[in-house]
């Protein structure tokens, strides 16, 4: 499965922006689909995941209440809405898909597929 990211841009803090992941090849089905960010001279950090075939969420603590993952699946797309954007989120973000179980969905070692990376970079 090939990802594509996009929408990721330039906000001042207290914004919003709305990235995009597709899916070509296949489709997210069987998957955990993750998104992931990674700011200049930091390791790759969890944001949040959800399993394609439905359950709740998981957010990183430093996003909840402000980030939403969500699926199109006529579309075979997923989305992040970044709300109340802070300079701390300013990174390079990335979809990733892998089979993961709740103890590893956190942990960017199990995906398996990445997209590109979509810089976002808030201002304060």
């Known amino acids: 499965v090939q990802l594509q990211a996009s929408g990721g841009g330039s906000v001042q803090a207290g914004g919003s922006l709305r990235l995009s992941c597709a899916a070509s090849?296949?489709?997210?089905?069987?998957?955990?689909v993750g998104w992931f960010r990674q700011a200049a001279g930091n390791e790759r950090q969890f944001v949040t995941y959800m399993r394609w075939s439905g359950g709740s969420p998981v957010y990183a603590d430093s996003v909840k209440g402000r980030f939403t993952i969500s699926r199109d699946f006529a579309k075979n797309m997923v989305y992040l809405q970044m709300n109340s954007l802070k300079p701390e989120d300013t990174a390079a973000y990335y979809c990733?898909?892998?089979?993961?179980?709740?103890?590893?969905?956190?942990?960017?070692?199990?995906?398996?597929?990445w997209g590109q990376g979509t810089q976002v970079t808030v201002s304060s």
């Open positions: 990733a898909v892998g089979r993961t179980i709740a103890s590893t969905s956190r942990n960017p070692q199990y995906y398996h597929h």
């Open positions: 090849g296949r489709t997210f089905s069987g998957y955990t």
